[in-house]
C-alpha cells in the first residue's frame, strides 16, 4: 500500500503551475478548486515517462470533481453540471 | 501570462466537430501495428508517454497540419532516431527505396 494524501471528499485545488514538458493536467484546469471522488491507485510517473524513464517512484492517481460553472467563465448549463478529471497528488493542493 | 503548450487545447473554440465514421487507410493501421509492436513489454522501444511527448514536442505549424497517425509516425519516427535503433542514413535510404518502387509501379501503370 502506498501512502495517499487525499481522500474521497476532500476539497482540493489543482496547482497553478506551468512548466514545460509533458504534463497530463490540462491547462484548463490549472488552479480550479475541486473535490476529490476517489483514489485510483498508484502509477508510474507519466511525466517521467515521456522522457524515456521509469516513472519511479509511482505517484498517487484520483478522480477529482469540478463544478462546470467554477470552470468556464461564462458557463450557460445547468448550476448542477459538473466534470470529473483523473490528477496526479503532486498537481493537488490541500483546499480549506 | 500563463503558458499553454500548443496540444493542450481542451476549452478553446475547436469548430465543427466531424461525426461521421470513416475506415482506416492501410497505412494507417500500419502505423498503429507499428507503434504497438514498438512498446510491447518484451521490446519496450516506445512508451506511449513518449510518443504523446513527442506529439507535443512536433510544434503548432506541424501540429495542425498533421492528422492523427500522421502525427503518430513523426513522434515514432523521432523517438527512433533519439533512441539510436535507425540512423537518419537508414531511414533516407528507405524513403528513397519506397519513393523509387512508387514511381515504376506508376510509371508502369499497375
Known amino acids: 500500500m502506498s501512502e495517499t494524501k487525499y481522500q474521497a ?31 485510483v491507485g498508484s502509477h508510474p510517473n ?31 448549463g445547468p448550476a448542477k453540471d459538473t466534470m470529473v478529471i483523473d490528477i496526479y497528488e503532486h498537481w493537488l493542493e490541500k483546499n480549506q | 501570462m500563463t503558458i499553454r503548450r500548443h496540444h493542450d ?4 473554440d ?7 465514421e470513416h475506415d482506416y487507410a492501410i497505412w494507417e493501421k500500419r502505423v498503429d501495428a507499428i ?45 527512433l532516431l533519439e533512441k539510436g535503433v535507425i540512423t537518419v542514413d537508414e531511414l533516407g535510404a528507405k524513403m528513397a527505396d519506397v519513393e523509387a518502387r512508387w514511381q515504376k509501379d506508376r510509371d508502369t501503370g499497375s
Not at chain 1, 59 to 66: A, C, E, I, M, N
Open chain 1, 9 to 39: 471528499g476532500d476539497a482540493v485545488k489543482v496547482r497553478a503551475a506551468f512548466p514545460p514538458g509533458h504534463v497530463r493536467t490540462p491547462h484548463f484546469i490549472r488552479g480550479c478548486d475541486g473535490v476529490v471522488t476517489q483514489y
Open chain 1, 46 to 76: 507519466p511525466e517521467e515517462l515521456a522522457y524515456g524513464r521509469d516513472g519511479m517512484p509511482k505517484k498517487p492517481l484520483y478522480r477529482v470533481k469540478f463544478n462546470q460553472a467554477d470552470v468556464w467563465p461564462n458557463y450557460e
Open chain 2, 9 to 12: 487545447m481542451g476549452g478553446l
Open chain 2, 14 to 20: 475547436a469548430g465543427a466537430v466531424e461525426q461521421t
Open chain 2, 35 to 79: 507503434v504497438k509492436v514498438l512498446s510491447t513489454p518484451e521490446r519496450k522501444i516506445l512508451s506511449t508517454d513518449e510518443l504523446r511527448r513527442g506529439i507535443e514536442e512536433l510544434g503548432p505549424g506541424v501540429y495542425d497540419n498533421l492528422n492523427y497517425y500522421e502525427r503518430w509516425i513523426s513522434s515514432a519516427t523521432n523517438l
